[in-house]
């Protein structure tokens, strides 16, 4: 079995500092610790303080000795020692790939030098990384690094009559016209809950884009049923969502418009890839950074106008207006 071995925490080195300063010999302060003799030896050898004007003072105390070892751990990082290898991390950063991707990438390309993805984290999340906003880069975009403990786990329950497991084929094979795909932009947490629904019809990929105040399940609902209902039916079939908490409140829309409500299933937002790939196009006019109070009903029709004026490839070179208005039209010279 591997030898591990754990740091002295800085508690660890304060009962250190109290014992040591009150003369107890140092066997029994590692016996106290669980540590070997040898490990508080050199922990008070390596740490210890020396105050060159006032002699006195020098000796052992815990937090110096604390950030002498965050020193010392910090400068023995491979992407504080191996330079060049630390800007190919921060050049693919920047340029959006993610560390696992970074990592994956080194590995593949027989580097001489690779790094785990973790340690790509670990570097991102210290001083270092801070000092040129690397957490910018990453995938969740947080200035802290939330805790795997501390990691909000998923209260709330979906019927798995509504799994897109369940949907229609037609649906999944984009025959059918009038079925969306629904998903929240959120921005910086300092600028508040405010927050954008994005819609997008799977056939057309026609875009509707609607902002919210909060992001409370009902309210998501209500500004949908009000950004859809001037549509006709169908025009207006079915939704498909992913787990979020804000799509909780489904039977308050099916009630409201007379859709059907599928749900991706759990961390599969690949599921509902049109919205995916919308999301990203809609980021170049909503970066995180954008002020969402600051946005105004004509602003994000403004977004809508462009996104859904732009020619697509998967169009044909149509644009996402004139196929959904085609589609629309079409639907409506097949009614009785």
């Known amino acids: 079995m591997p030898r591990s071995y754990a740091y002295l925490s800085l508690e660890d080195r304060r009962k250190i500092d109290r014992w040591h300063d009150a003369r107890m010999p140092v066997l029994e302060i590692a016996e106290r610790l669980g540590r070997h003799r040898a490990t508080i030896h050199r922990k008070l050898k390596r740490n210890r303080f020396v105050d060159a004007e006032l002699q006195h003072l020098s000796g052992y105390c815990a937090l110096n000795a604390q950030s002498k070892a965050e020193a010392r751990r910090a400068g023995r990082r491979k992407l504080i020692r191996h330079r060049d290898l630390r800007d190919v991390v921060v050049d693919r950063l920047k340029t959006g790939w993610m560390p696992e991707q970074i990592a994956g990438r080194l590995r593949l390309d027989g580097s001489d030098l690779q790094v785990s993805h973790e340690t790509i984290y670990q570097f991102a999340y210290s001083k270092d990384g801070h000092a040129i906003d690397l957490w910018r880069h990453l995938p969740e975009y947080r200035r802290r690094r939330r805790g795997r403990g501390r990691r909000r786990t998923q209260a709330h329950k979906f ?73 006709p039916f169908h025009a207006r079939r079915s939704i498909t969502f992913d787990r979020g908490f804000e799509f909780t409140a489904s039977p308050h829309l099916q009630a409201g418009l007379g859709v059907a409500v599928w749900f991706c299933d759990p961390q599969a937002p690949w599921q509902k890839g049109t919205n995916e790939n919308t999301h990203g196009r809609a980021r170049r006019y909503l970066p995180r950074d954008t002020e969402p109070t600051a946005l105004t009903n004509r602003s994000l029709a403004a977004i809508c106008q462009r996104l859904n004026t732009t020619p697509r490839k998967c169009l044909g070179y149509r644009t996402r207006a004139e196929v959904f208005r085609e589609r629309v039209l079409a639907e409506a010279a097949t009614l009785p």
């Open 159 to 231: 019927s798995d009559q509504l799994s897109i497991k369940n949907r229609p084929e037609a649906v999944g094979a984009r025959e059918e016209f009038g079925s969306w795909e629904g998903d929240l932009n959120e921005f910086r947490k300092e600028f508040g809950p405010a927050n954008v629904t994005s819609l997008v019809e799977r056939v057309s990929r026609f875009t509707v884009l609607l902002k919210n105040g909060v992001p409370k399940s009902k309210p998501v609902m209500e500004g949908i049923i009000s950004g859809l209902s001037p549509l």
